[in-house]
């Protein structure tokens, strides 16, 4: 019985990363920080900013994914370009992924406005296991030779973006490596595990709209789609309200392959056009429902004041 409670423990290391852990920190809130989902971000404002995010996901199940991420990024003063970086770590329970990336990107005046970016990500991801975690009784012995278990690999990223005062669009594709994520070694694994544990690349696309509807009020739509060949697909369809640039709110929903996963509840407060604080709760409707109380996300970022002039402003954050 604790062999085949083992095996599935193992089975289950290679079957999230395949599901979540190779996907990059997700967000509620990403239409505050796309630069963590496309490296080309980095340089398409005039001002650098920080931003920092907390989610945890699916309250009230034990162990659930909890996600921590603190990055800056901002233009060169007299170049068309951008640097950038961020750190985050992902853990859930006894498994977790700390990664560290830096970025470039440079942009293009395409024709009026309308302006390509194109960046690339570069980083570290170091994965860890920590089975004084788990209990597995006298069997851990027999099979596994260390209580903790790392490994570090490279990473990379590559990205498009096109964008004007009112809306963008963007393309990425993370892990262009493929690096294999066992961890396990003393464990003797079938060969699906071992295929399953291959990083995959994975395909974002990205789009957001800004509509000025009077004096006080804009609304902006937005769609995250994240993708792997052969593997489906997750999207987050999103609508924000905005209030004299100050306070917003806003819905959203997302798929996770095909099944309804969340809806989504989004609220924030911009304070002078330096600070804005933002929250969102995911309601879950999926099957995890039963057991989960839903998904809290903060964000907190720091704009500073620009240090390159452009003849025309993005309206879009």
Same mark, same amino acid.
């Given at each position: 019985?604790?062999? $085949?409670?083992?095996?599935? =423990?193992?089975?289950?290391?290679?079957?999230?990363?395949?599901?979540?852990?190779?996907?990059?920190?997700?967000?509620?809130?990403?239409? =505050?920080?796309?630069?963590i989902v496309n490296p080309a971000v980095g340089g398409t404002n005039d001002y650098w900013q920080i931003k920092s995010n907390f989610r945890y996901q699916w309250a009230g199940i034990k162990d659930a994914p909890q996600t921590y991420l603190f990055g800056g990024y901002g233009p060169h003063k007299t170049m068309p370009m951008g640097y950038g970086?961020?750190?985050?770590?992902?853990?859930?329970?006894?498994?977790?992924?700390?990664?560290?990336?830096?970025?470039?990107?440079?942009?293009?005046?395409?024709? %009026?406005? $309308?302006?390509?970016?194109?960046?690339?990500?570069?980083?570290?991801?170091?994965?860890?296991?920590?089975?004084?975690?788990?209990?597995?009784?006298?069997?851990?012995?027999?099979? =596994?030779?260390?209580?903790? !278990?790392?490994?570090?690999?490279?990473?990379?990223?590559?990205?498009?973006?096109?964008?004007?005062?009112? !809306?963008?669009?963007?393309?990425? $594709?993370?892990?262009?490596? =493929?690096?294999?994520?066992?961890?396990?070694?003393?464990?003797?694994?079938?060969?699906?595990?071992?295929?399953?544990?291959?990083?995959?690349?994975?395909?974002?696309?990205?789009?957001?709209?800004?509509?000025?509807?009077?004096?006080?009020?804009?609304?902006?739509?937005?769609?995250?789609?994240?993708?792997?060949?052969?593997?489906?697909?997750?999207?987050?369809?999103?609508?924000?309200?905005?209030?004299?640039?100050?306070?917003?709110?806003?819905?959203?929903?997302?798929?996770?392959?095909?099944?309804?996963?969340?809806?989504?509840?989004?609220?924030? !407060?911009?304070?002078?056009?330096? $600070?804005?604080?933002?929250?969102? !709760?995911?309601?879950?409707?999926?099957?995890?429902?039963?057991?989960?109380?839903?998904?809290?996300?903060?964000?907190? %970022?720091?704009?500073?004041?620009?240090?390159?002039?452009?003849?025309?402003?993005?309206?879009?954050?």
């Amino acid at each position: 019985m604790k062999k $085949i409670f083992l095996t599935l =423990f193992v089975g289950a290391m290679f079957v999230a990363p395949e599901a979540k852990a190779q996907l990059l920190p997700q967000f509620s809130q990403y239409m =505050f920080n796309d630069y963590i989902v496309n490296p080309a971000v980095g340089g398409t404002n005039d001002y650098w900013q920080i931003k920092s995010n907390f989610r945890y996901q699916w309250a009230g199940i034990k162990d659930a994914p909890q996600t921590y991420l603190f990055g800056g990024y901002g233009p060169h003063k007299t170049m068309p370009m951008g640097y950038g970086g961020y750190i985050f770590n992902d853990v859930t329970g006894p498994v977790s992924n700390l990664g560290a990336y830096g970025s470039y990107s440079y942009n293009l005046q395409i024709s %009026g406005d $309308i302006r390509i970016s194109m960046g690339m990500f570069l980083g570290l991801i170091q994965q860890k296991v920590d089975l004084t975690e788990v209990s597995f009784g006298s069997t851990a012995n027999e099979v =596994f030779t260390s209580s903790v !278990y790392k490994k570090i690999y490279l990473d990379g990223s590559l990205g498009a973006y096109l964008y004007t005062s009112q !809306y963008y669009v963007g393309l990425s $594709i993370n892990h262009l490596f =493929f690096n294999n994520m066992t961890l396990l070694e003393d464990f003797d694994y079938e060969a699906e595990y071992k295929k399953a544990a291959r990083a995959r690349m994975h395909f974002y696309v990205q789009g957001g709209y800004k509509y000025n509807i009077d004096r006080n009020f804009d609304i902006e739509p937005s769609i995250l789609v994240k993708t792997v060949p052969t593997y489906d697909f997750i999207m987050d369809v999103d609508c924000k309200v905005i209030y004299q640039k100050t306070f917003w709110g806003g819905l959203g929903f997302r798929y996770n392959f095909k099944n309804p996963e969340a809806v989504k509840v989004f609220l924030g !407060y911009n304070y002078n056009d330096m $600070i804005n604080v933002g929250y969102s !709760y995911d309601l879950t409707v999926s099957k995890l429902s039963h057991y989960s109380k839903g998904s809290h996300e903060i964000m907190l %970022g720091v704009k500073f004041e620009d240090i390159r002039k452009s003849k025309s402003k993005r309206k879009i954050r």
